[in-house]
């Protein structure tokens, strides 16, 4: 199947955007241009002959000056679309045409894939907010299961960010003990409330530069669960993103 038809194939789901991938990546050399160091095997890159060592100078006639133009110069292209490339290799210029592929991502980590792609250094701290369960009448049961279901979504995102930036230098996940203590200390509840105290705690204390909420309601036989991405320093809401996982 061709990447156009699996895109045909594969609804968007909802809190989730579509990556255009020309199936490489590259890191800044010294002199500052964009040298290609991975290939993914069977992806477009692959197939169009790119090699490893290849320096990267346009993409469909954007340049790549940086790793953030990577992302960009393919952003509003179609998957399978074949767009050229102008490499340099071994001294000698060359274009090559490569048919563009797709990831789908959640919204809160294409927002985090980004900013490290801006060469920014990210540290982010996960916290549960709201569990709520229409169902369940008993406080106590309610309250059980509510812990449950927050440790899961905290284990699930952080899992998430690792698996995919695990090779990013500039990114870490900040220690959830440490910020479970932040949280007790201010003494913050359930209602997703984030205050500016508890951003500079965060920020001075742990060293995070973003926040990332997860909240998750039952109702009847649906579930929702909302995220929100949070810068720290200034409060700004980077994403606001919602899924509806099957019960």
């Given amino acids: 199947m061709s990447p156009a038809e699996l895109a045909r194939a594969t609804p968007l789901r909802e809190g989730f955007i579509r990556r255009r991938q020309v199936g490489f990546n590259t890191r800044q050399r010294p002199d500052g241009k964009m040298e290609v160091f991975v290939i993914t095997k069977g992806k477009g890159a692959d197939k169009a002959g790119v090699q490893i060592g290849d320096i990267v100078v346009a993409i469909g006639g954007y ?11 393919v952003r509003s292209k179609s998957v399978g679309e074949h767009v050229p490339i102008t490499l340099v290799r071994n001294g000698a210029p060359m274009d090559l045409n490569v048919e563009l592929g797709f990831t789908d991502m959640e919204e809160p980590l294409y927002a985090i894939y980004r900013l ?11 916290i549960g907010g709201e569990i709520v369960n229409v169902k369940l009448t008993d406080r106590v049961v ?3 299961w509510a812990k449950g279901i927050k440790s899961n979504l905290i ?3 952080e899992s998430r960010f690792l698996k995919f930036l ?3 230098k500039a990114f870490s996940i900040v220690d959830r003990q440490a910020v479970e203590q932040v949280l007790k200390e201010l003494n913050f509840g359930q209602s997703g409330m984030v205050t500016e105290e508890f951003r500079a705690k965060l920020g001075k ?5 973003h ?3 997860v909240e998750f309601a039952r109702f009847g036989d649906s579930d929702v669960e909302k995220q929100r991405l949070i810068e720290i320093e ?12 099957k019960p």
Avoid: M
């Avoid at 204390?205 to 530069?209: D, K, P, V, Y």
């Avoid at 200034?234 to 996982?245: D, E």
């Fill in 166 to 168: 695990v090779k990013e």
């Fill in 116 to 126: 490290l792609y801006e060469e920014k250094k990210v540290g982010l701290a996960v």
């Fill in 211 to 213: 926040l990332l909420t």
């Fill in 205 to 209: 204390t742990l060293g995070a530069t």
């Fill in 142 to 144: 309610l309250e059980q």
């Fill in 155 to 157: 284990s699930k995102w």
């Fill in 234 to 245: 200034t409060g700004k809401v980077l994403v606001s993103s919602t899924q509806r996982p």
């Fill in 63 to 73: 340049p790549i000056k940086n790793r953030i133009d990577l992302l960009d110069a």
